[in-house]
């Protein structure tokens, strides 16, 4: 046997050693042995009887130092002292007592590159540092420097060291780190020494980094501001996902993070709220206004969280210019400044102004006089906006609804309103910034209630006027909104006005000597609002030298006792309420006389002061007194020598086209004294209206016009005077015109003068009745016409009649009455005005009318009128167009009619109707008279249709064995080998009925009962909307018009094996289409026949039962009346009915009767044997061999029989 030893020497062992070996066997027993020692065993078994002697020499080697610290992982505290790295250094070298160097790596595997490179002592200002301490006293030398291959390896170099020297030195290496926030990854400090022949193992040391919580964090927004629009529901507070919370000791967990709304009130309904949902964050709000994240969580959560926040204010009118939300975290030592953001609420304008002023106001307009003065119409009034803060506005519109005295009535502002302008047009009042600041509600406010109103009419209309005033807002998106319009009643109280007298000319020429000379014989007093008077005051003035001779009268006869009179010679004093035509008439008679046999002439004035009832003294007039020893003045006579008189009298009738003469054509204008005269004047009065004196013509080469006014014309002499026949073709071509549409029913009196140049004549008269007539009213029915067409849709809402309906009436501002007449009535039409039925006029068919109690304004009956609807209540309104025509009334004539064509659009929103639903007919089979009508009476109804049926169609849906249309045809396709294909058209068989557009059913070809002797046609009719249906069910009755035949007309029969005569082979059965035709009195089946294929077999073996037709084997199966070699036989049976004359033969029948026959010969299997046979071989002695054979004949044919035919 042989082995092999192995020697392990210890670790510091050198140099030689002996070994002994000894050998036994283990026949018997296990031994151990030592390969190092020998070892004294006592063995069971034979062993060698010598040992084996070997020595040794090991050769010394140098064993790598070994170093290690009892704990390889130190921690070092943020800003804290440094910590020494190598605590209880161990270094061990079994071969050395000195060490030569060693390298102190410091690293941080897990830092960012680039952004940590740790400093040794020689870079005190790098963030990680390592400090030592030289010990001189056991030599060790300083670092080399040039050895230093980076900033973070420190080799250590020494020729001699010993190992304590060596951990004196690395015992004093401590660690620190320098910087305010350090990195917060594990530092690595490695050490390997070397003995000068080997490296030591390398000793790691991990310095743990641990943070201290030492800075505050801090929150910074990206931005400070935000805008909420008021409605808008939810904002999200999102800082675009930017981290806005940082703290120096991020790395530590952060406990709480809060929210709070600072600007949260119970009154409104705001709220922040989170959308961050973790399992490690605790959310709690309070009211809506505080919102509390609990951690700890990292630094990056919290930051998520602030972009998770929103801002709801759910306020109708959130009212607050912006609210704050502060935010403000705490990492568990310090919290945060809290970081605000404001949200500025954004305000839409989405209400529009509220008006009010209370019930409405009755303003009460004092006429005064001369001029009235303007009177505030809404003091009071309030102008709000549920908009807040309060938003601009347009401005305002205040309309005169009924400005009747038009121009002289106006709208103002008593002062100036800042930022405010107001302009009148049109009888409205708009108010509107004036280009600087926007208005706003309180600045409209203000205008309103310095509105005022004024009338500077001198005898204002009295009706009530309406004022109405609108606020114009704007929406949010731009569009228009107006409050609802307020409005006052402004109320008139009239003044007493003061009288007016008009002598009647100006000037008087008095001639010495003359009678007493009147001065007003024309005079005329009014006053407007009193038909008496209370006084005249009468003087004479200028030049009084000849008082003592003067003196002024009136005719004492004429006055009643209700006047007195004191009078002086220059001075005439009336006093006592008495009529104005009384006090006229007395005027009238008003006289100067001068007893002076040598006058002055210089002139003379007469006053006349008018004193009114109430009033005192009123409008006064004065003649002036001329002095002419002889000239005599010019004289009228207006109306001709026709008649009595010298004044004229005429008649104007309202809206007349033709303006009218205002003197006679007869009409004279003299001078006794002259031929020629310096000037005729003419002048109306009162002047009320749109009214004029026309001078169409006249020789303007003798002649100039000189125009005061529309009515007060001079015409004066070309140099100074004109032929008196001039003057009066001019005053004959004069012609009066009165253009208002309502003029004054005050009679005009034009007075005419006259003058020679040296006196002027007496006044003459033209007088013009004014006659009214009642304007009948205007009605348009829409805001451009006075007739409108509209459509309206069956079963759809009332329709209005009308589109933006204006009404006028130039003589009444109240309307009394509304009829429409039906111009062609239909069955059914409602005509409702606000809602309710207009009821028919009882004095008249086909109208129907409204009245009202109170007359209505125009405005109000336009509104009334936008209200009038049509709609016609029947199930099916006739499509005839109605003509309904509106008339309106002012209480004395009824307005033109206007007419509204109504179209009514017909909706098909009813089936037909199809009667009856269901019917039967018999119909006899083959009827050759087709097409031929069947006895139905299918009708249909239509309520869309009364009246035509042109649109429902018939049509047979199923029933018939056709198809309705060629569309109904089937595609079929075909392919063959060649792997073409084609299409081809199946035709449908044809239709056997029809239907016409009537409902008539029609049998279009002939029906056979046989092959189908019920139809049941299903019917329907269609208004290409909805469809009814009906059944039509179609008996085809029976006729005798098919034979009685076998059937069916072939059988099959079989013969067995072994049967015997009597055999029932077959029944033979006649059938007739006609069931319904009675059978023939006699039948009789037979005879029978074999045709020619069955030759051979007798008649004999087949039998048939006249009576039943029951077909039998007639002779036993075997027999010889079979052919031989036949197994198929083919029998015609046929049958009569009837006798003599009548006898007839049906169609006949044909049996097939299979009979078995021995028909092959057997087959052996094999046609060659052979086999061996020993000699001697006993009798029946089976010699091995079968034969076998087959037969493939059926029964007994098939049984084979073997036998030995040849030896």
């Not at 600007?263 to 989170?274: H, P, R, T």
């Not at 008439?585 to 006053?607: A, G, K, Q």
């Not at 009436?809 to 069955?827: K, L, P, Q």
């Not at 909706?907 to 119909?923: F, G, L």
Request: net charge negative; hydrophobic share 35%; with cysteine.
């Amino acid at each position: 046997m042989e082995y092999m030893f192995r020697f392990l020497p210890n670790q510091d062992f050198y140099g030689q050693t002996s070994v002994t070996v000894h050998a036994w066997d283990l026949s018997n027993s296990k031994l151990y042995s030592s390969f190092f020692s020998p070892v004294e065993v006592t063995p069971s078994g034979a062993y060698s009887p010598s040992t084996l002697e070997m020595t040794l020499d090991v050769t010394p080697g140098n064993d790598p130092p070994v170093i290690s610290v009892p704990n390889s992982q130190i921690t070092y505290v943020e800003n804290g002292p440094s910590i020494v790295i190598f605590a209880s250094l161990n270094i061990t070298d079994v071969d050395n007592a000195n060490l030569t160097s060693g390298v102190i790596t410091l690293s941080c595997p897990d830092c960012l590159h680039g952004f940590y490179r740790p400093s040794l002592f020689l870079q005190p200002t790098s963030p990680d540092v390592l400090e030592y301490v030289t010990n001189n006293d056991f030599n060790v030398t300083q670092v080399e420097n040039n050895t230093i291959l980076q900033y973070s390896v420190l080799p250590l170099a020494s020729y001699a060291a010993s190992i304590d020297d060596f951990k004196s030195i690395l015992s004093s290496f401590k660690f620190k780190n320098i910087m305010e926030e350090p990195s917060i990854f594990d530092r690595i400090v490695s050490l390997h020494v070397s003995d000068g022949h080997s490296l030591s193992n390398t000793l790691n040391v991990t310095i743990t980094m641990q943070q201290i919580n030492n800075n505050p964090p801090s929150i910074e927004l990206p931005f400070t501001s935000i805008n909420y629009i008021e409605g808008s529901g939810e904002l999200k507070l999102d800082f675009n996902s930017s981290d806005i919370i940082t703290d120096p000791d991020e790395s530590l967990p952060f406990y709480t993070l809060q929210v709070t709304l600072l600007s949260a009130s119970d009154e409104v309904d705001e709220s922040i709220s989170s959308s961050y949902n973790a399992l490690s964050i605790n959310v709690t709000s309070y009211n809506d206004s505080h919102l509390l994240f609990t951690g700890p969580a990292s630094l990056a959560v919290f930051n998520d969280i602030t972009n998770s926040i929103s801002y709801t204010n759910n306020e109708d009118e959130p009212g607050m210019v912006s609210v704050q939300v502060q935010y403000s975290v705490y990492d568990g030592v310090y919290t945060s400044t809290p970081a605000i953001l404001t949200i500025n609420i954004m305000p839409i304008n989405d209400h529009k102004p509220i008006l009010d002023i209370g019930s409405s106001p009755v303003i009460l307009y004092q006429e005064e006089n001369p001029i009235s003065s303007p009177v505030l119409i809404f003091p009071d009034i309030t102008v709000s906006d549920a908009d807040v803060p309060v938003t601009p506005v347009l401005g305002a519109n205040v309309t005169i609804e009924n400005p009747l005295d038009g121009s002289y009535e106006a709208l103002m502002l008593n002062s100036v309103v800042p930022n405010v302008e107001a302009q009148y047009s049109n009888a409205t009042l708009h108010i509107r910034s004036n280009g600087g600041a926007p208005i706003t509600t309180s600045d409209v406010q203000d205008a309103l209630r310095i509105l005022a109103y004024q009338n500077r009419a001198e005898e204002p209309n009295s009706t009530p006027r309406n004022i109405t005033v609108i606020v114009e807002d704007a929406l949010y998106g731009g569009t228009l909104n107006y409050s609802d319009p307020v409005s006052a009643r402004i109320d008139f109280i009239l003044a007493n006005d003061p009288p007016t007298v008009l002598l009647g000319q100006s000037t008087v020429l008095y001639t010495e000597s003359q009678d007493p000379l009147l001065l007003s014989p024309s005079a005329v007093i009014s006053d407007v609002d009193n038909t008496n008077l209370a006084g005249l005051l009468i003087s004479l003035s200028a030049n009084l030298t000849d008082f003592s001779f003067e003196r002024l009268s009136v005719n004492k006869s004429l006055l009643p006792s209700s006047i007195e009179l004191n009078e002086t010679n220059t001075e005439l004093v009336l006093t006592g309420v008495e009529s104005l035509s009384i006090y006229e008439e007395v005027l009238r008679t008003l006289t100067y006389d001068n007893e002076d046999l040598n006058p002055v002439t210089e002139i003379r004035s007469v006053n006349v002061i008018p004193i009114g009832v109430g009033t005192g003294p009123g409008h006064s007039d004065l003649v002036r007194i001329e002095f002419d020893a002889v000239n005599n003045p010019p004289s009228f006579d207006l109306n001709g020598n026709n008649t009595g008189g010298i004044n004229y009298y005429t008649d104007f009738t309202e809206e007349a086209q033709d303006p009218i003469p205002i003197v006679s054509g007869d009409a004279l204008l003299t001078d006794v004294d002259n031929s020629s005269l310096h000037l005729v004047s003419l002048a109306l009065s009162p002047f009320l209206d749109d009214e004029e004196i026309q001078a169409p013509t006249f020789n303007s080469s003798l002649l100039q016009l000189h125009r005061a006014s529309q009515v007060n014309l001079t015409f004066t002499g070309v140099g100074g005077s004109a032929p008196i026949a001039s003057f009066l073709e001019a005053l004959k071509a004069l012609r009066y015109i009165n253009r208002a549409d309502e003029p004054d029913t005050t009679t005009r009196r034009i007075t005419f003068m006259a003058s020679d140049g040296a006196t002027m004549s007496q006044p003459a008269f033209t007088f013009i009745t004014i006659n009214s007539i009642n304007d009948v009213p205007q009605l348009n029915l829409t805001s451009t016409s006075r007739n409108y067409t509209i459509s309206w849709t069956e079963n759809d809402m009332p329709i209005t009649m009308t589109s933006s309906p204006s009404v006028y009436d130039a003589d009444s501002t109240g309307f009394t009455a509304v009829r429409v007449g039906d111009v062609n009535e239909v069955s059914g039409d409602l005509i409702t005005l606000n809602g309710s039925q207009l009821m028919m006029d009882p004095n008249h068919n086909n109208i129907y009318i409204a009245t009202f109690p109170t007359p209505l304004t125009a405005s109000a009956l336009q509104n009334l009128l936008s209200t009038l609807s049509f709609s016609n209540i029947d199930e099916e309104p006739p499509v005839t167009d109605r003509v309904y025509c509106v008339s309106i009334s002012d209480g004395f004539s009824w307005s033109y009619p206007a007419c509204v064509e109504i179209k009514v659009i017909p909706v098909n929103d009813n089936a037909p109707v199809i009667s009856p639903s269901e019917a039967t007919v018999t119909v006899q089979e083959n009827m050759t008279n087709t097409p031929y009508i069947l006895p139905t009476n299918f009708t249909a109804t239509d309520l869309d249709n009364v009246d035509s049926h042109s649109n429902l169609t018939w049509a047979i849906v199923s029933g018939d064995d056709c198809h309705q249309s060629a569309s109904a045809m089937n595609m079929f396709s075909f392919s063959g080998d060649n792997s073409t294909s084609s299409d081809y058209i199946v035709e449908p068989l044809p239709c056997r009925f029809s239907i016409d557009s009537n409902g008539r059913v029609t049998v279009v070809s002939v029906l056979d009962r046989e092959t189908r002797d019920l139809y049941v046609l299903n019917i329907s009719v269609t208004d290409g909307l909805f469809t009814d249906y009906a059944s039509l069910t179609v008996i085809v009755s029976d006729i005798d018009d098919n034979p009685t035949c076998f059937s069916p007309q072939v059988y099959n029969a079989t013969v067995s094996l072994g049967d015997k005569k009597g055999t029932q082979l077959a029944i033979l059965t006649l059938t007739d289409l006609d069931s319904s035709i009675p059978s023939p009195p006699s039948l009789h089946f037979g005879p029978i026949m074999l045709t020619p294929s069955s030759a051979g077999l007798t008649s004999v073996a087949f039998r048939l039962d006249e009576n039943n037709g029951t077909l039998t084997l007639n002779i036993d199966e075997g027999n010889s009346g079979f052919a031989p070699m036949q197994s198929l036989y083919e029998l015609e049976a046929d049958f009569e009915f009837g006798s003599g004359s009548a006898k007839q033969f049906g169609c006949g029948a044909v049996v097939y009767i299979e009979v078995p026959f021995n028909a092959h010969a057997p087959v052996f299997t094999s046609t060659d044997y052979s086999f061996t046979i020993n000699e001697n071989t006993a009798i029946d002695t089976p010699v091995g061999l079968i034969i076998n054979a087959t037969d493939d004949d059926q029964g007994s044919y098939g049984m084979i029989t073997y036998s030995m035919y040849q030896c």
